[in-house]
């Protein structure tokens, strides 16, 4: 397999397992803002992209509000939050061979270091971005291009995992190999991907060398 100089992550479904707090909260907000229980089937498309934009798209018009309501309300559910298995463990052989770490996540700066950092992994990342730090969030290249340029290397030196078609979308876009995090996709069929890693100790294996 192609040796990257960088390994880039998402966060969200692919090194957290957030899908059941990011969901269940969401479901909370949009009851308190629309007057509406939502199914949650209808509430994937949310998993990937800035909680902005998927407010937007379930029409409530006090964004703000909502925004920091749903950030609240997940801390009801912080107890089903964790690293997925394998994770701290992938990230020590990668970063034992060399290889420059970065994360690409579609959450604000402070929702990277309040659901993020207390994990205890943030020290393997060299380079974060979030959706701050580019013009326009995933799907489209902005965020993986930011990366890039912020550090001098090549779209053909970086790889890029995440578990949605938002992640893959950007990657493409950006001219990155894709490498689908199927340990946290729950809608593979479809998502274009380079690589296909059934849980995180087989990139270890097939990079930790």
Request: hydrophobic letters at 35%; a negative charge.
């Amino acid at each position: 397999m192609k040796k990257y100089k960088h390994i880039i992550f998402d966060v969200d479904g692919t090194l957290l397992d957030t899908g059941f707090a990011v969901l269940h909260s969401l479901q909370d907000t949009a009851l308190r803002y629309l007057n509406e229980c939502i199914p949650m089937d209808e509430l994937t498309f949310a998993l990937g992209i800035p909680g902005e934009v998927t407010l937007q798209r379930l029409g409530i018009e006090d964004v703000g509000g909502a925004n920091k309501y749903w950030n609240e309300c997940m801390q009801k559910y912080r107890s089903c939050i964790s690293l997925f298995d394998g994770v701290c463990e992938m990230l020590e052989a990668l970063h034992r061979e060399g290889y420059a770490l970065g994360i690409i996540t579609s959450k604000t700066k402070e929702e990277y270091e309040a659901d993020f950092v207390p994990y205890g992994v943030s020290h393997y990342f060299g380079s974060v971005v979030c959706v701050e730090d580019s013009s326009r969030p995933k799907p489209y290249p902005d965020p993986l291009l930011a990366y890039l340029d912020r550090n001098g290397v090549s779209a053909e030196e970086a790889v890029y995992i995440g578990d949605t078609i938002y992640d893959s979308q950007c990657a493409r876009s950006a001219g990155v190999d894709f490498g689908l995090a199927l340990w946290g996709c729950s809608k593979p069929d479809g998502i274009d991907s380079k690589h296909k890693f059934q849980e995180p100790n087989v990139i270890a294996k097939e990079y930790g060398k």
